[in-house]
Nanobody, 121 residues
């Protein structure tokens, strides 16, 4: 089994920065896709950023440096660096990954339990 654990959430003032980390542990041969989603109260979960194996990325909004996804291959960890945070960024942030358990297995999709990000003065 694979577990994803997020960390780094918290309360930050508008304009501030936060760095979210997701660590994957368990039976992992390869992680093909790493993502961050968020869900605000009363809203649907939405994709914030995805990092693919070929190093391409996809973001909720055209990349302007506010959110950046990156990966630490050595530790099966990926990061969401967030700058210039706004109150509308307040949400529970979840990490998500497509994981291959072995060379011959199909990938499975896993979710973390989420970390709260609150942007407020």
């Amino acid at each position: 089994q694979v577990q994803l654990v997020e960390s780094g959430g918290g309360l930050v003032q508008p304009g501030g920065s936060l760095r979210l980390t997701c660590e994957a542990t368990g039976r992992i041969f390869r992680i093909s896709t790493m993502s961050w989603f968020r869900q605000a109260p009363g809203k649907e979960r939405e994709l914030v950023a995805t990092l693919y194996e070929d190093f391409t990325t996809k973001y909720l909004e055209p990349w302007n440096g506010r959110f950046t996804i990156s990966r630490d291959y050595a530790d099966n960890t990926w990061i969401l660096q967030m700058h210039d945070l706004k109150p509308e960024d307040t949400a529970v942030y979840y990490c998500n990954a497509d994981v291959f358990g072995s060379r011959i297995s199909n990938s499975q999709n896993f979710w973390g339990r989420g970390t709260q990000v609150t942007v407020s003065s």
